[in-house]
């Protein structure tokens, strides 16, 4: 019979791979429109993406538009557009986020040309036939309502509310009545008003020489043109720690944790260090909150923190789903790891598993033509281009446990947090009520 054999030591991580960037190139056109385009040959495809500054349109209409964009130009239905699009192996796809408008789209690299031509005319000649607006606008209605009983958008939503106040991030999701309220004339309007190339990028990535779909772009786009105009946001409101607020869903079996905490942008000389310093909170499965509340005491399945970039501010949210009759040992074990980690430095090995990870998913985020499209895009909303990434990459790298300390104690002190709970008040206030004041509020009916 041989002897128990404990569990074998992992292997040493090997050495980090230097960052290599693809060949690219960029160019403003006439009307305002910035092409970037990257050489990414692993697969005969093109991935785009074209985001556009939308601003806070009225939510509604904002969102049926993105809904309904791709539903009918002046000379094709939507169902031609479809067809040419499926001739070259691709598709496209419109969404709308707090700051932008986005198309995406993949295809062919032989049918470049072609997707061009087709979103040039979705852009300049969308028409929202009164039919399609309206199967658009029902099924839309029916995903906000949806939502609107699921507690993690509950919960975004009322963290939104408090968190932003009166500025436009406070609310990103319309109200049905307000959809249903829309009608085809207020969204050819609004298109006419925020659809235009000025300070739009539009990025093409894949098996394309980078000068040749430059080109490419310039024919099919370079004569789009509009007379709207750019809506700026205001700057967010820095964060306001007060009472926690617990919002009332009587009947839960569930309470939503929410931990909100302030962040810098991408370009902030502490955005590598707080990366680091989020990641051995929450920002992984190896993390500390992760080990502590799931592995260690079982209270939730998947708690994660994160880093949110908006063009106005950016923002650290933490967010775990826990039992009813855990939500103040969760919560308290949630502010024992963030004053831990902003008290006391974490040890040196803690930190590299840290930094191997956030640079091997830098790696991993760039190795597809659709990831690195992604990358691209959303470092040109922020004003940055691929050249920044590996000079992020060596700031990962030389972070010290010093500089990973500060950022902790700057950013992830528990006394600087908005916290929110959603839950059965009746169940959970005074458990809570002994951790910390409590505000209470109601589900908006």
Do not use: C
């Amino acid at each position: 019979m041989s002897a128990a054999v404990g569990p074998r030591p992992l292997p040493p991580l090997g050495p980090t791979r230097r960052l290599k960037l693809p060949s690219q190139a960029e160019r403003t056109l006439g009307n305002g429109l910035t092409v970037i385009a990257v050489r990414r040959p692993a697969v005969p495809l093109v991935e785009l993406r074209l985001w556009m500054p939308f601003g806070r349109a009225h939510l509604a209409r904002g969102h049926l538009l993105a809904q309904t964009m791709l539903s009918g130009t002046e000379t094709m239905t939507s169902v031609q557009i479809a067809a040419e699009l499926q001739r070259i192996g691709g598709g496209l796809s419109a969404g709308l986020d707090p700051d932008r408008l986005m198309l995406s789209g993949t295809g062919l690299a032989t049918g470049l040309d072609r997707m061009l031509e087709i979103l040039a005319e979705v852009l300049t000649g969308a028409s929202y036939p009164a039919e399609w607006v309206g199967v658009e606008r029902d099924r839309l209605v029916d995903g906000i309502q949806v939502a609107q009983s699921q507690p993690a958008h509950l919960a975004r939503t009322a963290l939104l509310k408090r968190i932003f106040g009166k500025h436009p991030y406070a609310v990103q999701t319309p109200e049905p009545e307000q959809v249903r309220a829309v009608r085809p004339a207020a969204l050819r309007t609004l298109h006419a008003q925020r659809v235009h190339p000025a300070g739009a990028v539009l990025v093409l990535v894949g098996d394309v020489r980078p000068e040749r779909a430059l080109d490419a772009a310039e024919k099919a786009l370079g004569g789009w043109n509009g007379d709207g105009h750019a809506v700026d946001l205001p700057p967010v409101p820095p964060l306001e720690p007060g009472p926690l607020l617990l919002v009332d869903r009587p009947g839960s079996v569930q309470s939503s944790l929410r931990v909100a905490l302030p962040a810098v942008p991408r370009t902030h000389p502490d955005h590598a260090p707080l990366q680091l310093a989020n990641l051995i909170f929450g920002g992984y499965f190896s993390s500390r909150w992760v080990e502590n509340i799931r592995e260690d005491k079982g209270y939730t399945y998947g708690p994660h923190s994160v880093v949110e970039h908006s063009v106005a501010g950016s923002l650290l949210v933490a967010a775990a789903e826990v039992a009813t009759e855990v939500t103040a040992p969760a919560l308290l074990e949630t502010s024992y790891e963030l004053g831990r980690l902003a008290t006391v430095p974490p040890a040196p090995e803690e930190l590299e598993q840290a930094r191997q990870y956030a640079l091997g998913t830098l790696q991993l985020g760039i190795s597809t033509q659709a990831g690195l499209a992604s990358f691209v895009s959303a470092y040109a909303g922020s004003g940055l281009r691929l050249d920044f990434l590996p000079e992020h990459a060596a700031r990962l790298a030389k972070a010290t446990v010093d500089d990973v300390a500060e950022a902790a104690a700057r950013y992830l002190a528990p006394a600087r947090a908005v916290t929110l709970v959603l839950g059965d008040a009746e169940r959970i206030a005074p458990s809570l009520a002994t951790l910390t004041p409590v505000e209470t509020a109601v589900v908006p009916a």
